[in-house]
T-cell receptor
Framework: EAQVTQNPRYLITVTGKKLTVTCSQN?????MSWYRQDPGLGLRQIYY???????DKGDVPEGYKVSRKEKRNFPLILESPSPNQTSLYFC?????????????FGPGTRLTVL | AQSVAQPEDQVNVAEGNPLTVKCTYS??????LFWYVQYPNRGLQFLLK??????LVKGSYGFEAEFNKSQTSFHLKKPSALVSDSALYFC????????????FGSGTQLTVLP
């Protein structure tokens, strides 16, 4: 089954404790992206990747890191989480980098930082 | 810069009645327009898109949308609403050559009343 998977689905942590949210897609997609969803704000892009070893900042990159060492994986790293990073996070992938293809979304990771 | 506006946070409609969820956009160049739906505790699912060609686009679950270039709008419509259509709907815009791809609206909560 074609899908985007994220782990963990739910995470409660404390301020300053490094964490990684994994994302993997099995569709051989070129483009991958991370979003955060907050009430009333829609989805805002954190980082995106056009290909292996090619990543760039989205609208809200502060406090986050990403890497793309393999085509299928795009982990999101919070090196020192803070309470304002409490949010619902989505990973997404798209077949090409043209912007014309729909994105496929993972099930989401609900993060709470205390 | 590209932006999307969904002017209604909430839309209520009676089952069997037609529904409309509004979206207007601003983008440099020719837009790619998308609608996604989010059910509770789920990721976003692609509904339909406009890239080029016929202004009326048909998508999943009986939904359709009309691209109106002069009004810069891409309203989502369905002739007869179902209770199961109740969900959060997001409009998104991109354009050719946009590395960052999608910019999302803030979302519209659709409630279909039995």
């Amino acid at each position: 089954e074609a899908q985007v998977t994220q782990n963990p689905r739910y995470l409660i942590t404390v301020t300053g404790k490094k964490l990684t949210v994994t994302c993997s897609q099995n569709m051989n997609h070129e483009y991958m992206s991370w979003y955060r969803q907050d009430p009333g704000l829609g989805l805002r892009q954190i980082y995106y990747s056009m290909n292996v070893e090619v990543t760039d900042k989205g609208d809200v990159p502060e406090g986050y890191k990403v890497s793309r060492k393999e085509k299928r994986n795009f982990p999101l790293i919070l090196e020192s989480p803070s309470p304002n990073q409490t949010s619902l996070y989505f990973c997404a992938s798209s077949l090409s980098t043209t912007g014309a293809n729909e994105q496929f979304f993972g099930p989401g990771t609900r993060l709470t930082v205390l | 810069a590209q932006s999307v506006a969904q002017p209604e946070d909430q839309v209520n409609v009676a089952e069997g009645n037609p529904l409309t969820v509004k979206c207007t956009y601003s983008v440099s160049g020719n837009p790619y327009l998308f609608w996604y739906v989010q059910y509770p505790n789920r990721g976003l699912q692609f509904l339909l898109k406009y890239i080029t060609g016929d202004n009326l686009v048909k998508g999943s679950y009986g939904f359709e949308a009309e691209f109106n270039k002069s009004q810069t709008s891409f309203h989502l419509k369905k002739p007869s609403a179902l209770v199961s259509d109740s969900a959060l709907y997001f409009c998104a815009v991109s354009f050719s050559g946009s590395a960052r791809q999608l910019t999302f609206g803030s979302g519209t909560q659709l409630t279909v009343l039995p």
